[in-house]
C-alpha cells in the first residue's frame, strides 16, 4: 500500500472537497486543524503506478497543489492504523455513528442509537456536511411520523456509499429501506457494515446502480440523496417521480452558492408532476440548511 500526503493550503480545503464528492470512488482524504493552522491531503493506493497516476491528474486538476507529495510504503497493518486515524465518531440528536473499532470506548446514553461503521474505500464515513445534512433530515422525518409509522415508511438511499444513512434508517427502526449505488465497492462495504450493526442481510435492500434505473417503478416517502449538485438536477424527473405523495425529497451534495440553481433544475418538473404551485420568488422554494461551504435542499410533495 502506497501512502501520499502533502500540506496544503487552507484555501484549497473546500474546492477539494467538493472535486472528491463528486468521484464515484475516492482514494483521497483531507485532515484540517484550523487552531493548529494544519491542512494536509492524503492518499492510499495499493501500489505506486496508481499513487503517481493519481496524482498527476490531482494536481492537473489543482495546479496549486505542492508539485510532490510525500511517499510512504506501508504494509497491510500499518496502512490500516493510518486509515483508522481519519475516522472518528460523529453524533446529532440520539444518532451516534461510531468506527467499529472503537466500539468499547465510545459509550452511548442510554435510549440512543449507535451505528457502527467502517467505510473502507467506499465514499461515507459521516464526517462530510453532506452526510450530516441528511442525518438531521432523517431525525426530523421520524420526530414528524412518530416511532410506529417511522417504521412502516418506505425511504431510500440514493448514492448510499457506505450505507451509512440507509443502516441508521433501519437500527432507528425503519423496515423498508432501500439504498443504491453506482459504485460496487459501496454494495460491499454497506452489507459489512449490516454485520458490525448485527442487522439481518434484508433489513436493507442493496442495488448496484445508477440513479436512474434504481428509481425505475419505485416511490418512497423519504428520499435522502446525498448525490452531487450536477447530478441531482439532471435527475430531477426522476427524482420527483420516485417521490410518494405525501413525501418528503431531501438532498445533499450542494454547496450553498449553488442551491438556487438545484432549485431552478427542480421548478419545472415539481411544477408539472407534483402539480406544485411554485412562488414567484425562487429563494422561498424549498427549505434549506447550510453547514460550513455545504447545504441541503428539501421538497414536501404535495398529497394530491
Known amino acids: ?20 464528492n463528486e468521484l464515484q470512488r475516492c482514494s483521497w482524504g483531507l485532515t484540517t ?19 503517481h497516476e ?24 500499518n496502512w490500516k492504523e493510518a486509515y483508522k486515524a481519519h475516522l472518528r465518531p460523529w453524533s446529532t440528536g440520539e444518532l451516534h455513528w461510531v468506527p467499529v473499532w472503537l466500539k468499547d470506548v ?31 433530515r432523517l431525525l426530523d422525518f421520524r420526530a414528524v411520523l412518530g416511532p410506529q409509522d417511522f417504521a412502516t415508511a418506505k425511504i431510500i438511499d440514493a448514492g448510499c456509499g457506505s450505507g451509512i ?14 439504498a443504491f449505488d453506482r459504485d460496487p465497492e459501496s454494495i460491499v462495504v454497506s452489507r459489512e457494515n449490516l454485520v458490525f450493526n448485527g442487522l439481518p442481510e434484508n433489513a436493507v435492500a442493496l442495488d448496484n446502480a445508477g440513479l436512474e434505473a434504481a ?17 441531482l438536477s439532471i435527475h430531477a424527473d426522476d427524482l420527483a417521480k420516485a417521490t410518494a405523495p405525501g413525501g418528503t425529497l431531501a438532498m445533499s451534495g450542494i454547496l450553498a452558492a449553488e442551491v438556487n440553481d438545484v432549485r431552478a433544475a427542480f421548478e419545472p418538473n415539481l411544477a408539472h408532476i407534483w402539480k406544485y ?3 414567484d420568488e425562487l429563494e422561498f422554494f424549498g427549505s434549506s440548511r447550510v453547514m460550513g461551504d455545504w447545504c441541503d435542499l428539501v421538497f414536501e410533495r404535495p398529497i394530491r
Open 1 to 20: 500500500m502506497i501512502e501520499l500526503r502533502v500540506p496544503i493550503s487552507p484555501t484549497l480545503v473546500d474546492p477539494l472537497e467538493e472535486w472528491f
Open 215 to 231: 428509481l425505475k417503478g419505485r416511490t418512497a416517502d423519504l428520499i435522502l440523496a446525498n448525490i452531487q449538485a450536477d447530478v
Open 165 to 178: 444513512l440507509a443502516l441508521s434508517a433501519a437500527l432507528l427502526g425503519a423496515k423498508n429501506v432501500f
Open 277 to 279: 404551485d411554485v412562488p
Open 106 to 136: 465510545y459509550p452511548i446514553p442510554a435510549g440512543h442509537t449507535r451505528l457502527l461503521f467502517d467505510a473502507g474505500m467506499a465514499f461515507g464515513t459521516g464526517d462530510h456536511p453532506t452526510t450530516r445534512l441528511m442525518a438531521q
Open 54 to 77: 493519481a496524482w498527476k491528474s490531482l494536481h492537473a486538476a489543482f495546479p496549486a497543489l505542492p508539485k510532490k507529495p510525500a511517499q510512504t510504503s506501508l504494509d497491510d497493518r
Open 33 to 51: 486543524d484550523p487552531t493548529a493552522s494544519k491542512f494536509e491531503l492524503f492518499g492510499y493506493f495499493d501500489d505506486e503506478a496508481t499513487a
